[in-house]
């Protein structure tokens, strides 16, 4: 992979191995622009950046599985806003020594979260160099009938919620996670959802998030926390459920009529499960702690901002 020529190889068969793009795509790979139909709707745009070493370990994940958690992030972040992913751009470095073929099975996993979350991938650029990989997905994506759902929404008394469950993701959840787009887009339609995130630094580490940017506190309820199967076999699984990270999980608030109605009416058969796991609380102070976690035995402390390290590997 270190002319221009294979790099054109690439690029004619990454058009060639991919599914038509709807056309709300005008123009698609292979001009110097992608033309996107035009939207009266909110547009709204993110990018991630995906580092070898840093977000991902080539010994232990396939070039497929990184090309799709680089696509899984971004189409996270759209489910955290309650919006549509529309199109995704995306910018590879690759090391000298890389084979086409690898370059491919990398795209390959890039497609594979495209079509399966009807995300066209509309355009790249290609370039090689003699240091590690890096992938970096720009995606647009498009508000429905209601508005993006934002983190500073949260209102006194709301009921906080987590789908699925949390922790241990690194044992290898964090490669081929669901993006919780089916989720928030039924959240957004039937109910009226006041602050969302996805758990990307765990919990602890982005609950606070929605308390900074909506002036609040909230409480926690240990015993209510959904530990996730990977996480039960850790030394401490409710720290590993709070600090983890990488759960890609959504953490939103409603108030508690909302809450109750969405308890009641969930399909938890089809989807994946709601758990109610908290409150919000006003601040008592102005340095009470953002987040407060209670436990059975009726104490509490300050839920510590550990969340998730980059390098841990
Ligand atoms: P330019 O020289 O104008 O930047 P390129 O030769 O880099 O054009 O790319 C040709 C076409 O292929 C463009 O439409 C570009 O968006 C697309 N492309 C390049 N690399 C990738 C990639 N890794 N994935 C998807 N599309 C790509
Ligand atoms: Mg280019």
């Not at 054109?8 to 191995?17: G, T, V």
């Not at 909230?218 to 459920?241: F, G, K, W």
Request: charged content about 20%; aromatic content about 6%.
């Amino acid at each position: 992979m270190t002319n221009q020529k294979s790099e054109f190889k690439l690029i004619e068969w990454i058009s060639q191995h991919r599914r038509p793009s709807p056309p709300s795509v005008e123009v698609d790979i292979g001009d110097d622009m992608a033309v996107l139909a035009p939207t009266n709707q909110r547009v709204l745009v993110t990018t991630d950046m995906l580092l070898e070493g840093v977000h991902f370990d080539l010994a232990r994940a396939t070039l497929q599985q990184v090309g799709y958690k680089a696509m899984a992030c971004s189409l996270s972040d759209c489910a955290a806003m309650a919006v549509k992913p529309w199109a995704a751009v995306v910018a590879v470095s690759l090391p000298h020594k890389m084979t086409m073929e690898q370059a491919q099975q990398l795209h390959q996993g890039l497609e594979k979260a495209a079509q399966r979350y009807d995300c066209p991938l509309v355009g790249g650029d290609t370039t090689s160099w003699s240091h590690p990989l890096t992938i970096t997905v720009t995606m647009l994506a498009r508000a429905t009938d209601t508005p993006p759902v934002l983190r500073s929404g949260a209102q006194l008394g709301d009921a906080v919620f987590v789908t699925g469950s949390l922790g241990g993701s690194l044992q290898g959840r964090h490669l081929e996670f669901t993006p919780r787009l089916k989720e928030s887009q039924l959240l957004a339609q039937d109910y009226q959802v006041h602050a969302m995130i996805d758990i990307s630094d765990g919990l602890a580490g982005d609950l606070p998030h929605i308390c900074n940017q909506s002036h609040v506190t909230a409480a926690i309820n240990a015993a209510a926390i959904p530990i996730s199967p990977a996480a039960q076999v850790d030394d401490n699984p409710l720290e590993a459920a709070l600090t983890d990270g990488e759960d890609f999980e959504l953490l939103f608030t409603l108030s508690p009529q909302q809450a109750d109605k969405l308890e009641k009416d969930w399909p938890q058969q089809s989807l994946a499960p709601i758990t109610r796991i908290g409150v919000i609380t006003a601040p008592t102070s102005p340095d009470s702690p953002l987040v407060t976690i209670h436990y059975e035995n009726r104490t509490s402390e300050p839920l510590k901002l550990k969340g998730w390290q980059h390098f841990h590997e």
